[in-house]
T-cell receptor, first 111, second 115 residues
Framework: EDQVTQSPEALRLQEGESSSLNCSYTVSGLRGLFWYRQDPGKGPEFLFTLYSAGEEKEKERLKATLTKKESFLHITAPKPEDSATYLCAVQVGRAGTALIFGKGTTLSVSS | DGGITQSPKYLFRKEGQNVTLSCEQNLNHDAMYWYRQDPGQGLRLIYYSQIVNDFQKGDIAEGYSVSREKKESFPLTVTSAQKNPTAFYLC??????????????FGEGSRLTVL
């Protein structure tokens, strides 16, 4: 069975304290791995797509990386506005198949 | 502005009643999806549609029904057969082109509470 596991469930950081979120996956035929950000009571917002091991994407203080078994979302010098739940999802098989989501990591950044 | 509109934002239902959640998009996307989100849980797929007049069941389709009569619209009906319908419902869409169909655009969600 295809599975996506995110850790930790919750993470509290001080402003400026860098850290990483983990997304490990057990799937057959990975087509792509996706990161989303979700604010409370809102729909998720797309951040990154990663397709192959070794690939990296950056956006402001966020950098996503991918290996054959897991992905990391690195947060450098976070600010309070980075507080949100970060969701990881995978697409398996052919184009058009729906995403499988992990349970998310809730990040809280205090000033 | 282009986007996805879900309505209503909040909905209360008595047990035994069917309710329909609206989802409209003006992004000209081919694919549309319905997810359910419970506290501490990831998004779970209810139904998805890649083209008008066609849709597929997701992992938790029991107690739900959908239609896709227009490209822009993908309403979800929560029937009385759904045992635990209280949840946050999210509609999403994506272009079906190769390489971009995993980039989902989400609506603001509809929170359904069964009294």
């Amino acid at each position: 069975e295809d599975q996506v596991t995110q850790s930790p469930e919750a993470l509290r950081l001080q402003e400026g304290e860098s850290s990483s979120l983990n997304c490990s996956y057990t799937v057959s035929g990975l087509r792509g791995l996706f990161w989303y950000r979700q604010d409370p009571g809102k729909g998720p917002e797309f951040l990154f797509t990663l397709y192959s091991a070794g690939e990296e994407k950056e956006k402001e203080r966020l950098k996503a990386t991918l290996t054959k078994k897991e992905s990391f979302l690195h947060i450098t010098a976070p600010k309070p506005e980075d507080s949100a739940t970060y969701l990881c999802a995978v697409q398996v098989g052919r184009a058009g198949t729906a995403l499988i989501f992990g349970k998310g990591t809730t990040l809280s950044v205090s000033s | 502005d282009g986007g996805i509109t879900q309505s209503p934002k909040y909905l209360f239902r008595k047990e035994g009643q069917n309710v329909t959640l609206s989802c409209e998009q003006n992004l000209n996307h081919d694919a549309m999806y319905w997810y359910r989100q419970d506290p501490g849980q990831g998004l779970r797929l209810i139904y998805y549609s890649q083209i008008v007049n066609d849709f597929q069941k997701g992992d938790i389709a029991e107690g739900y029904s959908v239609s896709r009569e227009k490209k822009e619209s993908f309403p979800l009906t929560v029937t009385s057969a759904q045992k635990n319908p209280t949840a946050f419902y999210l509609c999403a869409s994506s272009r079906s082109n190769r390489g971009t169909d995993g980039e989902l655009f989400f609506g603001e969600g509809s929170r359904l509470t069964v009294l």
